[in-house]
């Protein structure tokens, strides 16, 4: 008796076939391996024990099975086990690319062993591990189609990629000290140390306070000693970063938990092969504190790679500010001929060529479920399955900031790694890389194009581009249906009620939405909203949000403002013109609402990077109470604002600024969730989710969550997405699945 094994996952490139290949003859069987196209894996065994080789089967390292079907087949004689290669795989559409994978633990003892040929090779991979995506040009998953071509294998590394029972058989990345990349540190424009040596000097410069490049797997990053304020405080002023938060890189996990608390989630992901920056909570102020000032969280993340390990190695101290090297806005630096767009002391580079940049992926955890802030290294280009089929492919550009991109071939969509913010001209050059790399690679010719409803975003614009190019149909998605779209395109919910709120998107009115209740399902209705509010300046008033506070509560709050006059660029005078302006600009952004009660409670008076303000009041919240006991004040579908605005006036004298940010918080989830729960009830709707940039608020998410559960209705948050503009563009190629395509 026989078993014949269909097995769907991530299967390229992360050494299956070879693992499968060593269990079978471990366990005595015969038979073969062979992709079958579309992701498919196919093993027939017999003849040895079948039972012990099914059980380590489905503890594959990293394969991420989907699906494995195991039918009892009669014996077909077979008398060897043989990896077969099948003519044509991989050329289906869909093919998996497998993503970057940390280093894993067989590479990293081998590193540490004196008696391996590798030790202490900062390059050290194997088949479970090392980069893929950002080294892969084309498919098939071959050496020479990566950016290690250049490398010719010395004979011991030829011998292990040839061999079927090595853990380094056709290893596209397998090098060694003596044929694979090496490592050089430079400084003043000359290489000053090779090997170990540079790697020793790197770790030296950054103790001394300087600021060091590394070049990674998927572009740059800025070191500096995250104790030092003086060496934090420099890299802030040299790229114009004056307060947003940092990510730092740990030792180990030991090194985690002394300055954050870590839950059984986070620990998971923080050691996971992905690897992410994880935001933690911080156990009080334990590095410089500008590394994330304001804020009750830290970005964390382990060492990933040899090269991270060995610096440790040099390193006394135990954590370093590690981020992406690029000046706001830009692309992460990719390559040694970019280096002149980045100012460092000194620069950490390898000769192996990055083909894709990828910045590192940043996770939350929300409601105690998995948020993505950003999903890139480690996780792109793993496609997501989806419960549409889409007989068209569509290729969705996403928005303007935060940009991903996104493609939808049969019942599947691949996002793209974070792109960025596309009204910066490298950005957008970079976007339009991305896509043809990505349909090239999963041999994707999009029919339908989708874009953001806003006609000024350089995304929009090039959607039509395309259009006039290739003659291809343009679909402008509503903003915020896209969120609600993200949310059940991932969950595969046939309809639900979606919260969706953050600081700005093109309503179908013109005006500026941010705070919406939306019904996603057959098609797509706005319900409800926060109750229209002036943005006096429009775009300055998110910059200054005392702007919003004088929107709301006119000449009631004049005086008050001119107290605070220097937070006002032109002092006085501006506030003069402020109380005569009504704002033509109507928005309402729930993000703006969060920036308001976060200028109004003196927190944050300028926002100098994105969600500053709100970020800093969820912080201030986060060891707050409940002090005012205010109702939610609904007027037919829309939530009231001025009157908590004026509430939190009137006693700003009386509460702990804490306490006044816990009730502003907490209002704002009540009213959302009555409103929606309201809307869910009148349509006969089970489902409630949230999306938008403010469902990275825990608060603000485990709220609305409590309250919806307490319904007795499902409740949704995106967890394979981003919630944030970074899952717009699959959201809007859902969107293109559900209304237009047939
Ligand atoms: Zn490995
Ligand atoms: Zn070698
Ligand atoms: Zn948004």
């Not at 990345?173 to 000359?190: H, M, Q, R, S, Y």
């Not at 996990?253 to 920056?277: C, G, N, Q, V, W």
Request: with cysteine.
């Amino acid at each position: 008796m026989g078993v014949l094994i269909k097995t769907k996952g991530l299967v390229q490139g992360i050494g299956f076939r070879p693992f499968v290949y060593r269990i079978a003859v471990k366990h005595g069987l015969k038979g073969y391996i062979r992709n079958v196209g579309d992701g498919t894996v196919e093993i027939f065994v017999e003849g040895g024990n079948i039972e012990g080789f099914l059980k380590e089967l489905k503890n594959a390292p990293l394969s991420q099975i989907e699906k494995m079907d195991i039918r009892e087949e009669k014996d077909r004689g077979y008398e060897d086990f043989v990896i077969e290669k099948s003519t044509g795989e991989r050329k289906e559409k869909g093919a998996i690319v497998p993503p970057d994978i940390a280093i894993c633990d067989e590479c990293l003892r081998e590193m540490y062993d004196r008696n391996n040929r590798r030790y202490r090779y900062f390059f050290i991979t194997c088949t479970h591990c090392g980069p893929r995506y950002t080294i892969i040009r084309k498919l098939p998953y071959d050496r020479e189609n990566t950016t290690m071509d250049e490398f010719a294998m010395c004979e011991d590394c030829e011998r292990e990629y040839k061999n079927p029972v090595d853990r380094r058989y056709h290893a596209q990345t397998v090098a060694c000290g003596e044929c694979g990349p090496e490592i050089f540190l430079i400084k003043d424009n000359a290489i000053i140390e090779k090997g170990e040596e540079a790697i020793r000097r790197a770790a030296k410069e950054i103790e001394q306070g300087h600021i060091v490049a590394i070049k990674g797997i998927g572009g740059f990053h800025l070191a500096v000693d995250a104790q030092s304020d003086k060496a934090v405080g420099r890299l802030r002023e040299m790229y114009g970063r004056p307060s947003q938060p940092f990510a730092v890189m740990v030792r180990d996990i030991d090194s985690a938990e002394r300055i954050a608390y870590i839950d059984d989630l986070e620990k998971k992901l923080l050691t996971s092969f992905s690897r992410p920056i994880v935001v933690l909570r911080k156990k009080g102020e334990k590095l410089s504190r500008f590394v994330s000032p304001g804020l009750h969280t830290i970005g964390v993340m382990l060492p990933y790679t040899g090269l991270h390990y060995l610096l440790f190695d040099h390193l006394e101290i135990d954590a370093i500010v590690m981020t992406s090297a690029n000046h706001p806005g830009n692309p992460i630096l990719k390559d040694e001929k970019e280096m002149n767009k980045i100012d460092a002391d000194c620069f950490l580079i390898h000769n192996r060529k990055i083909h894709q940049r990828c910045d590192d992926s940043v996770v939350r955890a929300v409601n105690g479920r998995v948020s993505f802030l950003r999903r890139s290294r480690g996780y792109v280009p793993l496609p997501l399955n989806v419960h549409i089929n889409f007989k068209r492919d569509v290729a969705a550009l996403g928005p303007e900031l935060d940009v991903t991109i996104c493609l939808l071939t049969g019942n599947k969509a691949i996002l793209s790694q974070y792109i960025g913010n596309t009204s910066k001209y490298d950005t957008l050059e970079y976007l339009k890389d991305c896509l043809q790399h990505l349909c090239r690679l999963f041999g994707v010719e999009p029919s339908v194009i989708a874009c953001d409803l806003n006609p000024a975003f350089e995304t929009s614009q090039l959607a039509r581009e395309i259009a006039e190019e290739k003659g291809t149909e343009v679909i402008e998605v509503q903003h915020h249906f896209a969120h609600a779209a993200s949310l059940i395109g991932e969950h595969g919910l046939d309809e639900s009620i979606c919260i969706a709120v953050d600081g700005y998107g093109y309503g179908l009115d013109g005006q500026a939405w941010g705070g919406e209740i939306i019904y996603a399902g057959r098609d797509f209705k706005r319900m409800g909203h926060i109750e229209y509010f002036p943005l006096i300046g429009g775009d300055r008033a998110t910059y200054y949000p005392l702007r919003v506070v004088a929107g709301i509560l006119g000449k009631k709050v004049e005086d008050w403002l001119i107290e605070r006059k220097n937070s006002f660029p032109h002092g006085e005078k501006e506030i003069e013109v402020i109380m005569k302006q009504r704002g033509d600009i109507l928005t309402s952004s729930c993000g703006r609402f969060l920036d308001g009660i976060s200028a109004l409670l003196d927190i944050c008076h300028y926002r100098s990077y994105e969600g500053e303000p709100a970020m800093k009041l969820e912080a201030a919240a986060a060891s707050g109470r409940e002090a005012l006991d205010i109702e939610p004040v609904i007027k037919g579908d829309k939530i009231m604002v001025k009157e908590i605005f004026e509430e939190i006036f009137e006693n700003l004298k009386r509460y702990r600024r804490e306490d006044l940010a816990f009730t502003a918080q907490k209002y704002i989830a009540t009213s959302l969730a009555e409103l929606a729960i309201e809307k869910a009830d009148s349509e006969g709707v089970k489902n409630i989710g949230i999306s938008g940039g403010c469902a990275y608020n825990d608060f603000i998410t485990t709220e609305i969550a409590r309250r919806v559960k307490r319904e007795g209705l499902n409740f949704y948050q995106n967890e394979k997405v981003p919630c944030g503009d970074g899952g717009v563009s699959f959201g809007q190629g859902i969107y293109c699945g559900i209304m237009r395509m047939d």
